[in-house]
């Protein structure tokens, strides 16, 4: 035996590696060397050398019984191929670091039909994506081809780099995206309309990083035949991503300590007024401990459908439907007061609790991507679950990219990880303890006395994160052996140092330069911005690839075209149609 990998504080989580030749599933009985105590344990992943963690009969056994079952069937490459696609958002900002007035550069090509290159609540808001794509370099690398081509289009202007924007003047100072003259286009901007006059501009602004992701068609194939449930293929696999959902929920706090980003915020973000925050310096606000303010409840949340008793039930893709369906369908008191069309120009779509799905605001979305004028949950209803979508990252300052291979390398682990443990229905309950962990880690997560809430036992966020991260180890060792690399261990023990020393996470290495440098949150922010820029700019974009985006803007202008010059009813009917009663039904 060649000793533990890892074992907490707490004597808890051990993992040893053995070089003999023990099967997957068998029990062993380990005398500890520092206490003499016995323990059974159980084989959970081997590759030559044998992981052995976790005791039977734990809250992680149907986590060891998904992975040995995959790897006695012989079926381990099923966990590759997953596709990963980044939603990375960004401000535009001028050389004071204010946010633009300009419109949306015309060399980036139309905001409403470019695939890459859009926009999120504000004009000034870019929105840069990519494909669905095998393999993190890959999806990296697409990424920063975007960065490359867009950076030299900006004129003088920078992106932001951190999730929290600075420099705010009031509401006027932020404008809502413009999407053309069709139905469509004018769909999403009188949406965005309506987003300000419900909640203000400033909430709109805050900008992240979204990672979606999906398994492979051949993983779910073999997972449902495994399964023994009397499902359909599609029930079956949106069964699983809601389970999975589930458990992104639970452990959610998770990624708000590890990439949590935004202890501070620039003081014109909150006009001054600070609630139960502290002063940093005279133009920053912050909390000592906190991980993402951005998460936080200063953010953007769906605190008034909370208060009316809509909240999203994630028990299965139907009773996700029937909740948003209710929600969208229901009008509500005070948005009624606001008025829909005032004095001939729409305030917001309708006066309903939410104008449409994408309003409700979530941690993580279950996806099915929308034909041309179908609504999310008609989607949902007809197609099932595609991919999932993880909302809660902050923008990484040290980063160029706003992420890093570390990072994703991580979540796609961890995605798994979600997808093969244990994943009950979430009660009244547990759903409390999960909203308490997350704002207590967003506000709180570096406090050593924190205490997060699991059933109804208080455990240390320390503790709970090892444990996690210990029986991570089996799924990371799968994957770099699929991969022929190291990364995503080497991922995974970047995760455990952090775990171990607060104060290497991103979140208080951003305090930590903030004093060394004797800056506040808008310096350091302006500084790394420029950074980023010179950095990316030093690398210019080859020629075919900017011949390939070039052609994607000029398709996106005449597809634009062409959708205002196929309207052929009046906004009002189109909302009408839009907007009538149906029950989105399987097909």
């Given at each position: 035996?060649?000793?533990?990998?890892?074992?907490?504080?707490?004597?808890?989580?051990?993992?040893?590696?053995?070089?003999?030749?023990?099967?997957?599933?068998?029990?062993?009985?380990?005398?500890?060397?520092?206490?003499?105590?016995?323990?059974?344990?159980?084989?959970?992943?081997?590759?030559?050398?044998?992981?052995?963690?976790?005791?039977?009969?734990?809250?992680?056994?149907?986590?060891?019984?998904?992975?040995?079952?995959?790897?006695?069937?012989?079926?381990?490459?099923?966990?590759?191929?997953?596709?990963?696609?980044?939603?990375?958002?960004?401000?535009?900002?001028d050389?004071?670091?204010?946010?633009?007035?300009?419109?949306?550069?015309?060399?980036?090509?139309?905001?409403?039909?470019?695939?890459?290159?859009?926009?999120?609540?504000?004009?000034?808001?870019?929105?840069?994506?990519?494909p669905?794509?095998?393999?993190?370099?890959?999806?990296?690398?697409?990424?920063?081809?975007?960065?490359?081509?867009?950076?030299?289009?900006?004129?003088?202007?920078?992106?932001?780099?951190?999730?929290?924007?600075?420099?705010?003047?009031?509401?006027?100072?932020?404008p809502?995206?413009?999407?053309?003259?069709?139905?469509?286009?004018?769909?999403?901007?009188?949406?965005?309309?309506?987003?300000?006059?419900?909640?203000?501009?400033?909430?709109?602004?805050?900008?992240?990083?979204?990672?979606?992701?999906?398994?492979?068609?051949?993983f779910?194939?073999?997972?449902?035949?495994?399964?023994?449930?009397?499902?359909?293929?599609?029930d079956?696999?949106?069964?699983?991503?809601?389970?999975?959902?589930?458990?992104?929920?639970?452990?959610?706090?998770?990624?708000?300590?590890?990439?949590?980003?935004?202890?501070?915020?620039?003081?014109?973000?909150?006009?001054?007024?600070?609630?139960?925050?502290?002063?940093?310096?005279?133009?920053?606000?912050?909390?000592p401990?906190?991980?993402?303010?951005?998460?936080?409840?200063?953010?953007?949340?769906?605190?008034?459908?909370?208060?009316?008793?809509?909240?999203?039930?994630?028990?299965?893709?139907?009773?996700?439907?029937?909740?948003?369906?209710?929600?969208?369908?229901?009008?509500?008191?005070?948005?009624?007061?606001?008025?829909?069309?005032?004095?001939?120009?729409?305030?917001?779509?309708?006066?309903?609790?939410?104008?449409?799905?994408?309003?409700?605001?979530?941690?993580?979305?279950?996806?099915?991507?929308?034909?041309?004028?179908?609504?999310?949950?008609?989607?949902?209803?007809?197609?099932?679950?595609?991919?999932?979508?993880?909302?809660?990252?902050?923008?990484?300052?040290?980063?160029?990219?706003?992420?890093?291979?570390?990072?994703?390398?991580?979540?796609?682990?961890?995605?798994?990880?979600?997808?093969?443990?244990?994943?009950?229905?979430?009660?009244?309950?547990?759903?409390?303890?999960?909203?308490?962990?997350?704002?207590?880690?967003?506000?709180?997560?570096?406090?050593p006395?924190?205490?997060?809430?699991?059933?109804?036992?208080?455990?240390?966020?320390q503790?709970?994160?090892?444990?996690?991260?210990?029986?991570?180890?089996?799924?990371?060792?799968?994957?770099?052996?699929?991969?022929?690399?190291?990364?995503?261990?080497?991922?995974?023990?970047?995760?455990?140092?952090?775990?171990?020393?607060?104060?290497?996470?991103?979140?208080?290495?951003?305090?930590?330069?903030?004093?060394?440098?004797?800056?506040?949150?808008f310096?350091?922010?302006?500084?790394?911005?420029?950074?980023?820029?010179?950095?990316?700019?030093?690398?210019?974009?080859?020629?075919?690839?900017?011949?390939?985006?070039?052609?994607?803007?000029?398709?996106?202008?005449?597809?634009?075209?062409k959708?205002?010059?196929?309207?052929?009813?009046?906004?009002?009917?189109?909302?009408?149609?839009?907007?009538r009663?149906?029950?989105?039904?399987?097909?």
């Amino acid at each position: 035996m060649a000793g533990p990998f890892s074992r907490d504080r707490q004597g808890q989580g051990p993992v040893f590696i053995f070089k003999t030749g023990l099967l997957s599933g068998q029990h062993l009985k380990i005398k500890c060397v520092q206490c003499s105590s016995t323990d059974e344990f159980r084989i959970l992943w081997y590759t030559g050398s044998h992981k052995v963690t976790g005791m039977p009969g734990s809250m992680y056994e149907q986590l060891h019984n998904n992975l040995s079952r995959i790897i006695r069937d012989r079926h381990l490459h099923l966990l590759s191929g997953s596709k990963i696609g980044l939603e990375k958002e960004s401000l535009r900002v001028d050389r004071d670091g204010k946010i633009s007035q300009q419109a949306h550069p015309h060399a980036l090509g139309s905001a409403l039909t470019n695939p890459y290159i859009t926009t999120d609540y504000s004009e000034a808001l870019l929105e840069l994506i990519t494909p669905p794509m095998q393999g993190i370099p890959s999806t990296l690398e697409f990424l920063k081809k975007i960065h490359q081509f867009v950076y030299p289009r900006l004129g003088n202007e920078s992106l932001w780099g951190t999730s929290m924007p600075c420099a705010v003047v009031g509401d006027e100072s932020i404008p809502i995206a413009d999407y053309g003259e069709s139905n469509l286009g004018m769909m999403k901007t009188v949406y965005r309309r309506g987003l300000g006059y419900r909640y203000g501009k400033m909430m709109q602004v805050i900008a992240g990083i979204h990672f979606n992701y999906s398994m492979q068609d051949g993983f779910w194939s073999y997972y449902h035949d495994v399964s023994g449930r009397a499902l359909s293929l599609q029930d079956f696999v949106s069964d699983r991503y809601f389970a999975l959902t589930r458990n992104l929920q639970r452990y959610g706090w998770l990624i708000y300590y590890l990439f949590g980003a935004s202890p501070a915020v620039c003081k014109s973000f909150l006009s001054g007024q600070p609630g139960s925050l502290k002063q940093f310096d005279s133009i920053t606000y912050y909390l000592p401990y906190a991980t993402t303010l951005r998460m936080g409840d200063i953010g953007y949340n769906n605190k008034k459908e909370s208060e009316i008793g809509i909240k999203a039930c994630y028990d299965s893709v139907d009773s996700y439907i029937k909740c948003l369906a209710r929600a969208i369908e229901t009008p509500f008191p005070e948005y009624e007061r606001l008025g829909v069309k005032v004095d001939g120009e729409y305030r917001q779509l309708n006066a309903n609790i939410l104008q449409i799905e994408n309003e409700y605001y979530s941690t993580v979305r279950p996806k099915q991507p929308c034909a041309a004028d179908e609504k999310p949950i008609h989607a949902l209803g007809q197609r099932g679950v595609q991919y999932i979508e993880l909302r809660s990252l902050d923008l990484d300052l040290f980063e160029p990219l706003g992420t890093s291979s570390t990072q994703l390398h991580f979540l796609e682990a961890f995605m798994v990880f979600c997808l093969l443990q244990h994943s009950p229905l979430i009660n009244t309950e547990e759903r409390q303890a999960i909203d308490n962990n997350e704002i207590n880690t967003a506000h709180h997560g570096r406090d050593p006395a924190l205490r997060l809430t699991r059933g109804r036992k208080k455990i240390s966020l320390q503790a709970w994160g090892r444990e996690i991260l210990c029986e991570m180890q089996g799924i990371c060792e799968a994957l770099d052996e699929l991969s022929h690399c190291d990364s995503y261990r080497d991922a995974l023990r970047h995760q455990v140092e952090l775990i171990e020393d607060p104060a290497l996470t991103p979140s208080a290495k951003v305090l930590h330069e903030m004093r060394t440098h004797k800056e506040g949150f808008f310096e350091i922010s302006s500084r790394y911005s420029e950074m980023h820029r010179n950095q990316l700019c030093k690398h210019p974009l080859g020629d075919q690839d900017t011949e390939h985006f070039n052609n994607v803007v000029l398709q996106s202008v005449e597809k634009q075209r062409k959708i205002e010059a196929s309207d052929t009813v009046s906004f009002d009917e189109f909302l009408e149609n839009y907007f009538r009663p149906s029950s989105p039904k399987k097909p």
